[in-house]
């Protein structure tokens, strides 16, 4: 193999032919035919020497018909001119698989996207796990294999975890989100022969220590707050191609069904059956992140607004125009900034503070003073807390909310309410003390007192004993008890004392029977 330049011609202003030399080094060597091949090197002697020889070494393994390189070998291919290459790939010096490497990252990952969809995932975790991808690539301005380096990886991760005066940052769990999905794009280029080594294998995400302490968590919106809401939403004005009567019928499916964004974006007019007493809503297995195709009952008023929504349609046409993963983020939080704004405006001449109906300043806002945050998938939180406060099982509430434990039922989606817990107390016994529940003695201990023994009264109520106030809407003590035969004594008198809520008859027994 000969490394030089080549010898050129051209014509001058005259016309005249000029001899010159190439600006690159070319290898120069014969092939297997006996044809003499040319292959554009570098500029610089010393660094087409160098490819030059890496040309030879890869010549030679072809020809030994080796099915892998060696490490050095393999590096030294990844970093080689994407141009230089392609004509070892067309002259047969390295293989197809090796060839792929002069595609640019941006074409890799168009294939994995495709290899993502090949293996089952839903086009919403392809397409999010391709644009963390991207964003990487084009942050850290990789444009090949060659260019790729862990520690500028690094640090573009943690500017976007930090944030910027234009961008809020991502949390801890995002950002370790972001590293796994880089991670596994250039482990799939390894596995499919179009890199040697991942570069970034060695990368750790943030510990889980760090990650727990930033999580970021969301918060149930009360009643009162969903009203507002759809009511706000339904008459403002179009966003991202929806408008505002059909996004409040889509939060009101959202939160009366527990789907997530990417399940309501799959829905078509097919995915309903809203005739007949037993109106529902399926979502494809292919949409479903159990993989599972699950059919969902609707309430009546829902399934009326739905029907509306979806007349006229073909059995085919979406259901929503769900706009993407950001922009459904950001569609929903400038609804719920309009109806806050409505929200406070309608209360800005109350002496106490604006939001004075429900105690907080925290009413529809965004994010509360405790940092929890409220945007579209706070919704499902929303079902879930909402089944769980009603007194539903929480085993029907797994089922409803398709979760494959009851733990993350029970521990990350529901959320209880002050009030809830306000209304729990009640159920607790009072502690103040009850009447004093004073018997005449029959004369047998000597004049001591003593409580009657229990008496049934009307189908189970119980003499000497705390119990409602009323049996079948009348004061059970007006009911004349029956003779108790175990003392041989018959009540002829009763007096009642009202407690909390409760009466305690207290009976004195009159001319016992001896």
């Keep these: 193999m000969k490394i030089r330049k080549l010898t050129t011609y051209t014509l001058d202003a005259a016309g005249q032919r000029q001899k010159g030399e190439s600006a690159k080094f070319y290898?120069?060597?014969c092939g297997p035919a006996g044809r003499v091949h040319r292959i554009p090197l570098l500029e610089s002697r010393d660094a087409s020497r160098e490819l030059g020889r890496t040309i030879g070494k890869l010549r030679d393994a072809r020809a030994t018909g080796a099915s892998t390189l060696p490490a050095d070998l393999t590096r030294a291919l990844d970093a080689m001119p994407g141009d230089?290459?392609?004509?070892?790939?067309?002259?047969?010096?390295?293989?197809?698989?090796?060839?792929?490497?002069?595609k640019s990252l941006a074409e890799h990952l168009d294939d994995f996207k495709t290899a993502l969809l090949a293996k089952g995932n839903t086009a919403d975790y392809a397409a999010l796990t391709a644009g963390r991808v991207q964003r990487i690539i084009d942050g850290c301005r990789f444009a090949t294999i060659a260019d790729v380096n862990a520690s500028a990886v690094r640090r573009f991760i943690a500017d976007i975890r930090q944030g910027t005066a234009d961008a809020s940052g991502i949390s801890s769990a995002s950002a370790n989100y972001y590293l796994r999905d880089v991670k596994g794009f250039f482990r799939w280029m390894v596995r499919d022969g179009r890199a040697s080594e991942n570069p970034l294998e060695h990368l750790l995400g943030v510990k889980a220590s760090a990650v727990k302490a930033d999580k970021r968590e969301r918060r149930a919106l009360s009643a009162d707050e969903l009203r507002r809401l759809l009511d706000a939403t339904a008459t403002a004005q179009e966003r991202y191609g929806m408008t505002g009567a059909t996004r409040a019928t889509l939060y009101r499916l959202a939160v009366e069904t527990g789907l997530r964004a990417g399940e309501l974006r799959s829905l078509t007019r097919a995915s309903f059956a809203l005739d007949g007493d037993g109106p529902s809503v399926t979502i494809d297995a292919a949409y479903s992140k159990n993989r599972r195709a699950d059919t969902?009952?609707?309430?009546?008023?829902?399934?009326?607004?739905?029907?509306?929504?979806?007349?006229g349609k073909m059995p085919a046409a979406q259901a929503f125009n769900v706009p993407g993963h950001t922009h459904t983020a950001k569609m929903f939080r400038a609804d719920l900034a309009d109806a806050r704004a409505a929200y406070l405006a309608e209360h800005a001449t109350e002496p106490a503070r604006p939001d004075a109906i429900d105690g907080s300043d925290d009413f529809l806002a965004a994010r509360d003073s405790a940092g929890r945050v409220v945007?579209?998938?706070?919704?499902?939180?929303?079902?879930?807390?909402?089944?769980?406060?009603?007194?539903?099982?929480?085993?029907?509430a797994q089922t409803l909310a398709r979760h494959s434990t009851i733990t993350l039922t029970m521990d990350r989606y529901t959320h209880v309410?002050?009030?809830?817990?306000?209304?729990a107390l009640d159920v607790l016994p009072s502690l103040d003390a009850p009447a004093r529940q004073t018997v005449v003695a029959t004369g047998t201990d000597g004049g001591g007192n003593f409580v009657s023994p229990p008496v049934s009264l009307n189908g189970g109520?119980?003499?000497?004993?705390?119990?409602?106030?009323?049996?079948?809407?009348?004061?059970?003590?007006?009911?004349?008890p029956p003779a108790i035969t175990a003392q041989n004594?018959?009540?002829?008198?009763?007096?009642?004392?009202?407690?909390d809520g409760a009466r305690t008859r207290n009976h004195r027994i009159d001319n016992p029977v001896l």
């Design 27 to 29: 290898a120069i060597f």
């Design 84 to 102: 230089v290459r392609d004509v070892l790939a067309k002259q047969g010096i390295i293989t197809g698989e090796r060839a792929a490497q002069t």
């Design 296 to 311: 969902l009952p609707l309430r009546a008023d829902t399934a009326a607004a739905m029907a509306e929504h979806v007349k």
């Design 375 to 396: 945007d579209f998938h706070a919704l499902r939180h929303t079902f879930i807390s909402n089944l769980a406060a009603a007194g539903v099982h929480p085993k029907t």
């Design 417 to 423: 309410r002050m009030e809830n817990l306000t209304a």
């Design 461 to 480: 109520i119980r003499q000497n004993s705390t119990e409602p106030a009323s049996v079948s809407g009348r004061a059970t003590a007006q009911t004349k």
């Design 489 to 499: 004594a018959v009540f002829t008198g009763d007096s009642a004392s009202e407690g």
